[in-house]
């Protein structure tokens, strides 16, 4: 490294790292080179390591001692430690049940600590250190290269939350998390499958009403039935969007009848009621939602609580015709989008003052032929694109649509179901638009794919362009009459011989779609690659090609562009001489 902390590569020490975590992604990686970089990993290398595929028992044992080394280093732990963990919060002190782990974040693994620990004692808590190495060992629980004798879950509680999470952790560590002090453990821990029965009990007693509220989120149809007689309305609530609530009670939860009352709801639980939320609450430490409402009748809860019945197919469709009439056009809507509603209800649906209403009576695949074609003729915001998608649109009615509103080049789902004489039919249409929805998909008859290539609707080539099977010659063909047009969408078929990539990569002026494309390219050659080079975006793609040439590759390693030069440090085809000089020597025993 120079005085400005670069290296004899002209690298800095950011864009070192950088190559570093890229080199962790790369599939060539020798396994000494794997372990040689586990050795010297941060926060962020050794995640993108420990979601990898190929790790075999010697780099896991490495890996989780790198971890631990990463926990035990100074609080601010190398890589980006704010990112990783967020905001440290101590344990609280409440006494029962919850369960553990935030699904959408990486935990760790460590197994050298006395499994009988203390409960109540968090000793995870204390640094953001501690809590990175966490995530390194829940990733590599997530990925499946852990077993319960690795895990210690009194020193590495996301780790096991992880573990339970993918079906792998022990019960008895349910059981404990059960009744950590913490409540988002136990929320974490009330999303695992496959609990054990005394567990889920001991979380449905919970105080804490969104451990129960997340149970309820998963609960078979037997706990579902115990949990509707919950007094908190947020807990009836979740049970209304799951699918294995019976239908009986789905039923219940919407009508309430054979209930009790709900006691308490989000709102009323920190604010005096009654109480109509500020959609534009100033307090920054306020968490109820815009319009969320109480005034003793928990009005917000018990509404979104009908909008989820709707959502759930399992809710018995005559409790709920009764909205069709409703104030609410969010209710109207969710009950327009039924694929059972009767026909007598989605006339009415039909004429709503709303748009949204009748656009999502449009798009559903419940309602008759009549309506589709009511709805054809409605002028409303999106209503005609959304009947556009309607999987049973008749076909004339499509092709009128295709005219009159804006659908685009996209696989329709009327058109994906289309009968073999339904597509000669739509081939021999006049009307360009309806051809360029048939030539969007990839399993046309020989004659009509071919027949569609030589359209002269440029809009038809460019949808056609990526279809399978076609000849060099005609995707040569599209590219010498409409050039521009077409040439990101044959540079996108993955047949497209490297060849026309190269005429393509050459044309002046240069379409950046058509860059992209073929930097992605499997075809790809390191010609066609080389133009790239000079676009930004495109350079991003292309220094991760297999075919880009080797010494190209290491150019681009010390690209000023972060992500072309973690990209280049991916690359399978880096040399392993040079990912070997890239990762520095590991630390001595005084060092660490």
């Not at 409960?119 to 590599?140: C, E, K, M």
């Not at 449009?362 to 409605?378: K, S, T, Y």
């Amino acid at each position: 490294m120079d005085a400005d902390g670069a290296d004899g590569n002209g690298r800095s020490d950011r864009t070192r790292t950088d190559v570093l975590h890229g080199l962790a992604a790369n599939e060539a990686l020798p396994p000494r080179l794997l372990l040689a970089l586990i050795a010297v990993a941060d926060a962020d290398t050794a995640l993108t390591l420990a979601a990898r595929a190929d790790l075999d028992r010697e780099q896991v044992l490495a890996l989780l001692a790198r971890a631990a080394a990463i926990g035990a280093a100074d609080p601010e732990a190398p890589g980006r430690a704010d990112a990783l963990v967020g905001p440290t919060t101590g344990p609280t002190t409440d006494e029962t049940t919850d369960k553990t782990t935030d699904k959408t974040t990486d935990k760790t693994t460590d197994k050298t600590t006395d499994k009988t620990a203390d409960p109540t004692a968090d000793p995870t808590a204390d640094s953001i250190a501690t809590r990175i190495a966490d995530q390194i060992g829940a990733q590599l629980a997530r990925s499946r290269h852990l077993s319960v004798a690795d895990v210690d879950p009194c020193t590495r509680p996301d780790t096991a939350l992880a573990m339970l999470d993918e079906g792998c952790g022990a019960p008895d560590w349910a059981r404990w998390f059960a009744r950590h002090p913490d409540p988002a453990r136990r929320e974490t821990l009330a999303a695992c499958p496959g609990l054990p029965g005394d567990v889920q009990d001991v979380l449905a007693a919970d105080p804490v009403v969104a451990v129960v509220a997340e149970l309820a989120l998963w609960a078979d149809a037997d706990l579902a039935v115990r949990l509707a007689q919950h007094l908190h309305a947020e807990v009836r609530s979740a049970l209304a969007c799951n699918p294995a609530t019976p239908p009986q009670v789905l039923a219940v939860l919407v009508t309430g009848e054979g209930l009790p009352p709900a006691e308490a709801c989000l709102v009323c639980d920190v604010e005096d009621t009654p109480l109509v939320h500020d959609p534009y609450c100033p307090r920054p430490d306020c968490t109820l939602p815009p319009g969320a409402a109480c005034d003793g009748s928990h009005e917000s809860t018990v509404r979104v609580t009908v909008s989820r019945a709707m959502e759930n197919p399992a809710t018995p469709t005559d409790v709920l015709l009764g909205y069709a009439d409703h104030p609410s056009a969010w209710l109207r809507q969710a009950l327009a989008e039924r694929p059972d509603l009767p026909q007598e209800a989605a006339v009415r649906l039909a004429e709503d003052p709303v748009p949204g209403v009748r656009g999502a009576l449009a798009q559903n695949p419940g309602i008759d032929a009549a309506v589709m074609r009511m709805l054809a003729a409605d002028r409303g915001h999106d209503v005609q694109r959304r009947l556009a998608h309607n999987p049973r649109v008749p076909l004339d009615v499509l092709a009128e649509l295709a005219v009159c509103c804006r659908i685009g080049p996209t696989l329709l789902p009327r058109i994906a179901a289309a009968a073999p004489d339904e597509i000669a039919e739509l081939a021999g249409s006049p009307v360009p638009e309806v051809r360029m929805l048939l030539a969007e998909r990839r399993d046309l008859p020989d004659v009509i794919r071919d027949a569609l290539a030589e359209d002269r609707d440029a809009k038809v080539l460019k949808s056609i362009a990526g279809h399978p099977g076609l000849a060099p010659s005609r995707l040569r063909s599209m590219v010498e009459r409409y050039g521009p047009q077409v040439a990101a969408m044959v540079a996108a078929n993955r047949e497209t011989p490297s060849g026309l990539l190269e005429t393509l990569a050459l044309q002046n002026p240069p379409s950046r779609k058509a860059l992209k494309a073929i930097a992605c390219h499997p075809q790809a050659t390191g010609t066609a690659l080389l133009v790239y080079l000079g676009d930004a975006k495109a350079r991003r793609h292309a220094a991760g090609h297999p075919a880009l040439p080797p010494d190209t590759i290491v150019v681009l390693l010390a690209d000023p562009d972060r992500e072309a030069a973690e990209s280049a440090a991916a690359n399978p085809s880096l040399p392993p001489d040079v990912m070997a000089a890239l990762i520095p020597p590991a630390p001595g025993p005084a060092a660490q």
